[in-house]
């Protein structure tokens, strides 16, 4: 049948969904429509297997839903080797089970033997599976392509360098635990290409297993006894048929007359027809049987939307992976400890309840922090969607907002609403004219008393203002936050799933390792995901101690390269004697990972008392099964400044406040303290904080305790007993903490608080010395005391703290809220399907190529280089090469954009095929979002598609305007590649028209007063004026003509126009300036110093310190 050899050839690699769409809709109509025979109803499985076949998989441990029967028949019956995706390892097991009586050979290609093994199985016709294939070794082409060669009557193939006799019954199967694995091309040619990824329906039918299992256990034996009984009968009547056909091909003369045959046929007739009425009574109770398993379904489905929930967070970080054997762990504890009841519903709601809270703990365990709420509100989306009270054009509209590239031509009603704000706002009252209709309106009629709201402390707590109030769901109410105050997002969305779901999914559980103990075991290793400034290992120690595993029964190394030997000794002393091996940074030796996932493979019976622990950094390439086998803990500093603090003095020895006798010791190691708390709690901060997140640990304080022990021991034998400040500044604050800054605007940071906290003013009593003081909190110091009373008086501190403790404005909070609403929002993008319709009935491959168009319609043709270069003539300044080589750069970005662009619309066409590039280009496009693809060629940004499109026609007419007179009157520098190469260009041009060294000559910046570029009617004669630059933690007070304090909710102020002038170095006499960096986005510059553009010289009324 056409369609069945299609089936075989084609369907391997897509998902069920897609398969079914494609071989019932597009091919089974096509031959309808065609007039070609076709048996009716048509099925699959009908015609490529038969119910004896499928009852013998589902006996070997193949699950008996449509996807995986279909799964089975490309794996037995395709003309090529099948090449399983299998991330929750069902084809594994079940090739395991099927292939078991045969002698199985499973190896990998990273085996040093796995050839020699290969070589037996082809020669001797047994069966071959390798698993976890993330390559294929080219070794194996031949192999895969059945490349069989026949000469003098032997049959052979070649492998590598040897010819290897053939036997037909040979069988070769190859297995990955990815999930979306990136093969070559040619690997779907040579082999058949299968997705094993498990359903939604399918996982529900195996959770119902276990449900009833677990609830009525009579049943399911009795529907287990039933498929076997029903498998036998098939089988039976399978051979009563087999048997009746030989019988009458084996038949001689006139049948009439063999009264032998006449009998055989009525004996077989007779037990035929016993077996039918078995099987039709089977059929009969089989559907009663279905009917009462299916009460117990909502617990099942339950279950499975909660298991994708699991493994659909590895698109956040691909350290998050989860196993199904580790699932199955948690859903049959769950169903174990749900309360009983005898009345089914409630028993129901008991299970379900209690597996959605043993999930949740489950999941954030091995989930960072910032994270948690992500994973909360992804949990309570998928229950919310499953239940229909939230529909994915509303969740769509939520974290993508108005992704369009044609900005509305209403104008915006107040300035305190964002431009994005507003287009979000028409695009609510356009898309849902139910609950929204009127919005835009009502915005632009009552816009008081929308500011009113606007202006609230906690917009999200209160009701909108107008009669639309009534008809505000809480999720609704979202979808206005996101309109209004993107900074109060986070906050919302707190309260949405407290309220949706309760407070316990709003307050991630406490991580105790002695309960990680209690849930590991000999073969669940532990694997501690690490973060900046945390070190389970004093902890882990501690923790072995009160196990009775301290002391030599606790071995640990760290990983590094030509370790591995070592490591593999320790864990062999360590299984059979029952130590606890902990192996540290295991990210630094990625290769023996993969050894030690053979080696726990291999654990048959390890000794009860063994554990293993793992310590790694974040790591794509750290290997999947570990982690699925494995208990995720992510180990993170303590958040806030109270717990900091109160950790601190937690891990301190109980006598090390008594080392040293100087008075001053104590107040120093709690001084010391909160500097420690304050340099990490900056982290949260992100960019405003830090412009590098440094890894400031334990080991700093504890060797800085140390530098005070030292310093202050010395000074009893000293006649001079002044404590030495600049050494200790020095030593902590340059040496120690500063050793880590490598960026000196936060070297800036550091040396101002050392200033601030270490000097003869902290025991000043006239003038009480405080870290941070307002109406509501004061931190001060501690008078001297014991270890217990140091913690007594931090427990006193609030848990929560203003960001002023750190020394940060007020708008620090609010940035750092708008920031984390962002990434939440970019990681639910990935965590979106990317099939299906978009909003309003149009297609997404539709809703894609529309915006391509548009984006092709708006690019300008290539630059002719020569013609501009020719129009100036001889006259090619350091400014004019700066152009030439701007425009070099943005003619590549232009070829790509309309290359990409028009090969995308071919693909969505069908003209050509889709490749990753242009996957990665249409699912962009879709979220409203840069591809990848055109970002590597532009200016660093971190704006959206539209934002982006915006700025690129920009960029073009200042290009246009450069080509047509020279230098603009005023520089737009965002607009350039690479605006360094200008300002050199400036200082170049200067030096050849003064005379100047170019060694010896700089740029001096001056705030003009022209607010914006319109009022600018003259370029200057040296140097330029600059326009489209942002002040970010301060405001430019225009009266004054200085920095100044931000205002409230206002985080980012334009500057006005900047002239900068190239001077030479003598020249330049600073007072009352403030060194300010210019970066090329709000995220400024990484660790290699990319991103810092310049540094200007602003004024200030102020100290630094301010």
Known sequence: ????????????????????????????????????????PFRLEAELTNDVQISKWTSEGLPPDELSVQNGILTTRASRFPMCIDPQQQALNWIRKKEEPFNLKIVTFNDSDFLKHLEMSIKYGSPILFQDVDFIDPVVDNVLEKTIKVQSGRTFMVLGDKEVDYDPNFRMYLTTKLSNPVFDPSVYAKAVVINYAVTLSGLEDQLLSVVVRNERPDLEEKRESLIQETSSNKNLLQQLEDSLLRELAASTGNMLDNTELIQTLEDTKTKATEVTVKLELAVNTAVEIETLR?????????????????????????????????????????????????????????????????????????????????????????????????????????????????????????????????????????????????????????????????????????????????????????????????????????????????????????????????????????????????????????????????????????????????????????????????YQNCHLLISFLRDLEKELEKIAKPHPDFRLWLTTDPTPTFPIGILQRSLKVVTEPPNGLKLNLRNTYFKMRSQALETCDHPAFKTLIFVLAFFHAVVQERRKYDKIGWNISYDFGECDFTVCVQILDTYLNKLKDTIDARIPWGSLKYLIGEVMYGGRVIDNFDRRIVKTFMNEYMGDFIFDTFQPFHFYKDESVDYTIPPDGTREEYIAAIEELPLVNVPGVFGLHPNAEIGYYTQAAREMWLHLIELQPHTGAAEGGISRDEVIDTVANDILVKLPPVYDLGRVRKSFEMNITPTIVVLLQELERFNVLISRMQSTLSQLRKALAGEIGMDAVLDNVSVSLFNGLLPNEWRRLAPATCKNLGGWMEHFQRRVQQYNVWCQRRDPLVMWLSGLHIPESYLTALVQTACRKQGWPLDRSTLYTSVTSFLNEDQVEARPEMGCYVCGLYLEGARWDVPNGCLARSLPKVLIEELPVLYIIPIESHRVQLQNTLRTPVYTTSQRRNAMGVGLVFEADLSTAEHSSH
């Open 1 to 40: 049948c056409l369609l069945c050899a299609g089936f075989l050839a084609y369907t391997g690699p897509f998902s069920w969904e897609f398969r079914s769409e494609m071989v019932y809709k597009d091919w089974l109509n096509s031959l309808v429509n065609k007039e070609i025979p076709l048996v009716s």
């Open 294 to 582: 299916n009460v117990y379904r909502p617990a099942a489905k339950r279950g499975a939307l909660l298991f994708f929930l699991l493994s659909d967070m590895a698109a956040v970080n691909p350290m998050y992976q989860y196993s199904l054997g580790s699932y199955l762990t948690v859903f049959s504890y769950s169903l174990r400890k749900a309360l009983p009841d005898v009345i089914i519903k409630t028993r129901l709601r008991n299970v379900i309840n209690t597996l959605t809270k043993n999930v949740y703990e489950y999941g954030c365990t091995g989930i960072f922090e910032k994270h948690k709420l992500l994973y909360s509100f992804q949990m309570t989306m998928k229950l919310e969607q499953s239940e229909g009270r939230v529909s994915q054009q509303q969740l769509e509209f939520f974290i993508k907002g108005n992704v369009t590239l044609e900005k509305s031509e209403r104008p915006l009603p107040a300035r305190w609403i964002s431009s994005q704000g507003w287009e979000d706002i028409l695009k609510l009252t356009e898309e849902f004219q139910a609950e929204f209709g009127t919005l835009a309106n009502h915005v632009e009629l009552n816009i008081e008393r929308w500011k009113v709201w606007y202006d609230l402390d906690a917009p999200e707590s209160t009701l909108p203002p107008g009669g639309m109030a009534e008809d505000v769901s809480p999720f609704h109410k979202l979808m206005l936050m996101r309109c209004f105050r993107v900074d109060r997002v986070y906050q919302a969305v707190t309260n949405y799933i407290s309220n949706t779901m309760g407070e316990f999914f709003i307050t991630p559980p406490f991580i105790s390792l002695d309960a990680i103990y209690d849930q590991s075991s000999p073969t669940t290793p532990v694997v501690f995901i690490l973060s900046p400034g945390s070190d389970p290992t004093s902890d882990l120690m501690k923790l072995a101690d009160r196990q009775g595993a301290g002391g030599t029964q606790f071995k640990y190394l760290s990983l590094g390269q030509g370790q591995e030997k070592t490591a593999l000794g320790l864990l062999e002393t360590a299984i059979s004697r029952g130590h606890w091996l902990m």
